[in-house]
Structures are given as structure tokens and as C-alpha cells.
């Protein structure tokens, strides 16, 4: 990153800090202070912290270089992974045991912030969020002197709904709402669905959090119950799942209160675990065809994603990655055990890097699923990052190792789902899609896993495996509401496989 002097840009650039293997920074500008997001270790009363999760680091303008950065303690226990900067206040973006919480701090800052805010300093305080929100984006908030801050906010329980917070007065206002047939929006003949009002949290923790005049003003400046909060249809767990080697995975289970635990039912386990990305739990209007017909919906959180900062993405990548396919085992496990699903109704789907996880789970585990699906999967890594003519292969060392390396090439091929199916075991039926236009996994590797599987495994009349490949889609699916028809093929595989 490089400064230059706007109202003096002759002067040239200005070198932040150097690129160093490993480490990541991000620069905001504020009334001659820079403001820094890093993984850099930082000096605390003498002693260096380790490179892991991002730190807020605060300097001169003047004085460039980390040797000048000094750490802003935040505390709280939360993983940063985004700020916005604005003239009155600082948003720091924050995950809490996979669990967006957003922390305000008041303009100027020093640098000792109290962790808890409904306590102590006043100046920094925790925005308050709907109930059971478990996905949070910024908005366009691009003007600097602002007191808003806009976000986009939903869960598997709230449709996904745009907010804007008054900092200075702590109103929030609801701005618009995703209309839902049949629950936000009228279906001719047929009664909107009783939605719930949005609550913002409990009185008690209301009033430690938010100000006296504090409130939620609804779309239009009415009444927040034009918001639909479906709490009362159906239910979020946030559970946390000891691994194989004892670290708690943060488990997030969906379902409905028709639901009985009971041990009998059918489930859907999702993950992805890669490159420090968050899984996605957002509102998707497509799982309540599921929800409906009581089917568990559990979202693995492993180690190799962002959900609790960098180190936990790092403690699942390179020669780490068995963490991740051991943590999902684990969940897995978990379902089973404390009767949220049948063993010989729990399925999985993984996407991409997320197909990689499942397969790999497969090979360790044949018996562990009834059925899976596997959407454009990653699934031939060996050979994949052997291809340094492939556009990613390069880029990708970073997450997963170079297999030149004769050590990281044995520890790639010992999980590499293609090099790794079992001759003569029973496989879980397998839904397979690929792309030919796809650029970042080939269509070969599905095919290619599918063929092998077919080849080496049991035969029996349960096992059925589908490869269907799309012609004219890419990585990412092709046109408009396309993904609705995949999504219907989906569902209509699983509900098949547990005789439904």
C-alpha cells in the first residue's frame, strides 16, 4: 500500500509497509492518523503476539513502517475481519464464535478500549442485531462524514433485510425487506403467513446495549412488524462439536417445531472449510422446501474458513487440511449421537473446495452418509496442483502446498479424494455436477471421481452415482434463476435416496 499526498501529489508515493510472506494489512486515513487492519505480530508491554487473527494497529501518517504500529486493544474475544472508518465513529466488523457482532467506537480513540462496553467506556459499544442473525454485509457506505451506517442483515430465519443506524440518535431504521411469496407477500387465495415482529434483542440486553432513546423504526417510518422474523416457524441452534483432537467446531443447526428429536430424522450437513472464507448461513428461501417436510439443515463451521479469524483458517489449510475433514466427521457424528438425524437419513453437499471436504470425509468414512452431493467439486487436487499450466494452480500453494515439495505431496495425496477411493467398500449414492466452462475446477475431475467410484466400489442397488454436466455454465452457475431447476434436481436426489 502507498500514501500520496492529495494536495501535494509531486511528492511521490509513500511505502506503507513492505510485502512480507504471510502477512496482510489494510490502511484507512484518519485526520493524519492511519488506521490498520494486519495479521502482523505487535508488540504488547514487550512481548510479540503471534501471527494469526487480524489486529487493530493505529500510527502517524508520518511515521510509515510497523516498527511505528501500536495495537488499539479491543479485546471482547472477537475476531476482526472488516472495518469502515467515518469522521465520528470506527466499525469494526467482528466474528464471535462464528457469529457476526459489530463494535462502534466513538472518534477519537486511545488506545485501551474497553472489551465490555455495556460497562465501561462509554466510547465504544456493540451494535445491537436482530435475533439469531448469522449473516451481516456492509452497505454502500461510502460518505465519510456520515453518522449512518448501513447493513444488509438476514439468517436462516429472517429474510434479508437492509438496515440503516443512526450512530449519533441509535435509531435503526428498516429500510426494505426480501418479500417472500406466502410469508412477506400476499399469494392471491391464499393468507400471508403470520410473521413474527423483529426483535432486537431481550429487554435486558436492550438496555444494557442501547441507549434510552434507542429504537427500531420500520419500513416507512412505521411499525417494525412489516419486518418478517419466522422464529415461530422455525428454529437456529448455535451448538459447538468437539473434534478429534478436542477443539470445539461451532456447529449451526436449522429446523422446524414440527420437528421431533427423536433420532428418526433426515438431515442435510454443509461445509466448506477453505481459504478463510465464512460459510454461508444467510436467509435461502430454497431450504424451506426442506425445513417443511422436517428436514435438519446443519452448517459445519470447520477449521480452514474465517469463521473465528485467521488462525482458524490457517489451523485448516497446507499441512493442516485433515483438521478440516476430521471436524466435519466430527459434526457428522454429532447429529447422529444426540438424535438430530438417522444415521440412514444424514446427507451432505459440498460446493467446490466444499466438495473436496465431503469427498474426502467419504473416502475416511464410506458409511457416514446416505447420500451426497458434490456441486462443480475440487476433487482431483494431486493431480490439479501438479498442472502449474492450469491459471490457479500457483496462486493456489498458498492455501493447499506445492506438491513438488516431495513432503507436501505426500500429505496432499493422503487426502486427495480421487487418489483415495476405497476398492470393494460401500460408497453413500452420489449426486455429481460439473461446468465445461467452468476456469477454476476442470469437468474432468468430476468425471473423472466419478468414473473411479463406479469402477472400485461395492456394487449394490443403493449406490447410485450421477455426474450431470452443464454445457454452457461456469463455476458459478449460468443464467438467471437457473440454479432454481439445480436446486429442485438436488432436493429431488436426496428425498429419493432416503425414500421419501
Not at 79 to 107: E, N, S, T
Not at 253 to 278: C, F, Q
Not at 378 to 399: G, R
Request: some cysteine; glycine content about 8%; proline content about 4%.
Amino acid at each position: 500500500v502507498y500514501l500520496i499526498d492529495a494536495e501535494n501529489p509531486a511528492t511521490g508515493l509513500k511505502l506503507v509497509e513492505r510485502r512480507r510472506p504471510g502477512v496482510e494489512y489494510y490502511v484507512e486515513h484518519y485526520h493524519g492518523n492511519l488506521l490498520v487492519l494486519s495479521n502482523q505480530p505487535a508488540c504488547i508491554g514487550g512481548m510479540k503476539t503471534n501471527v494469526g487473527s487480524y489486529q487493530l494497529l493505529k500510527c502517524s501518517a508520518d511515521s510509515l513502517g510497523s516498527e511505528y504500529w501500536q495495537e488499539i486493544a479491543v479485546g471482547g474475544g472477537a475476531a476482526i475481519y472488516d472495518m469502515d472508518v467515518f469522521d465520528k465513529h470506527l466499525v469494526l466488523y467482528q466474528l464471535k464464535g462464528g457469529i457476526p457482532c459489530i463494535r462502534i467506537l466513538d472518534m477519537p480513540i486511545s488506545l485501551e478500549v474497553d472489551a465490555n462496553s455495556h460497562t465501561g467506556d462509554p466510547h465504544s459499544w456493540i451494535l445491537p442485531l436482530p435475533g439469531d442473525v448469522c449473516s451481516v454485509s456492509p452497505g454502500s457506505n461510502i460518505d465519510y462524514y456520515s453518522s449512518t451506517l448501513r447493513l444488509v442483515v438476514s439468517s436462516p430465519l429472517l429474510p434479508e433485510a437492509v438496515l440503516d443506524y443512526d450512530l449519533l440518535n441509535r435509531d435503526c431504521t428498516a429500510l426494505q425487506q426480501q418479500e417472500v411469496l406466502g410469508i412477506t407477500r400476499q399469494i392471491p387465495g391464499r393468507p400471508v403467513t403470520d410473521s413474527k415482529t423483529l426483535k432486537f434483542t431481550s429487554p435486558e440486553v436492550k438496555k444494557r446495549f442501547w441507549a434510552a432513546n434507542g429504537r427500531l423504526i420500520g419500513i416507512g417510518g412505521g411499525s417494525s412488524d412489516s419486518l418478517a422474523d419466522l422464529s415461530h416457524i422455525y428454529a437456529c441452534e448455535h451448538l459447538q462439536v468437539a473434534s478429534a483432537d478436542g477443539v470445539d467446531i461451532p456447529l449451526t443447526v436449522v429446523y422446524s417445531h414440527n420437528y421431533k428429536r427423536d433420532g428418526s430424522n433426515a438431515a442435510l450437513l454443509m461445509g466448506y472449510g477453505a481459504y478463510g472464507e465464512v460459510l454461508d448461513i444467510g436467509w435461502c428461501s430454497d431450504q424451506l422446501s426442506l425445513l417443511d417436510r422436517g428436514w435438519v439443515l446443519a452448517f459445519a463451521h470447520v477449521r480452514g474458513g474465517g469463521e473465528l479469524g485467521k488462525a482458524w483458517h490457517h489451523s485448516g489449510m497446507m499441512q493442516q487440511k485433515w483438521n478440516s475433514i476430521n471436524d466435519f466427521i466430527s459434526c457428522a457424528d454429532f447429529l447422529v449421537q444426540k438424535s438430530y438425524a438417522n444415521r440412514r437419513r444424514l446427507c451432505a453437499k459440498g460446493v467446490s473446495a466444499g466438495g473436496l471436504l465431503v469427498s474426502a470425509a467419504i473416502n475416511v468414512r464410506p458409511d457416514l452418509f446416505c447420500a451426497a452431493i458434490l456441486k462443480v467439486p475440487f476433487i482431483d487436487i494431486c493431480n490439479t496442483m501438479l498442472d502449474e499450466s492450469l491459471p490457479l494452480t500457483i496462486p493456489e500453494y498458498e492455501e493447499w502446498g506445492n506438491p513438488n515439495a516431495v513432503e507436501n505431496f505426500h500429505y496432499i495425496r493422503s487426502y486427495s479424494p480421487y487418489d483415495n477411493v476405497h476398492e470393494r467398500a460401500s460408497y453413500p449414492a452420489m449426486f455429481v455436477t460439473a461446468s465445461f466452462l467452468d476456469t477454476r475446477v476442470g469437468y474432468w475431475e468430476a468425471a473423472k471421481w466419478v468414473a473411479r467410484v463406479r469402477e472400485l466400489a461395492e456394487k449394490n442397488s443403493n449406490q447410485v452415482v450421477i455426474l450431470k454436466t452443464s454445457m454452457s455454465c461456469g463455476h458459478f452457475g449460468g443464467i438467471q434463476y437457473h440454479h432454481i431447476k439445480d436446486t429442485a434436481a438436488e432436493y429431488a436426489f436426496l428425498m429419493k435416496m432416503i425414500g421419501a
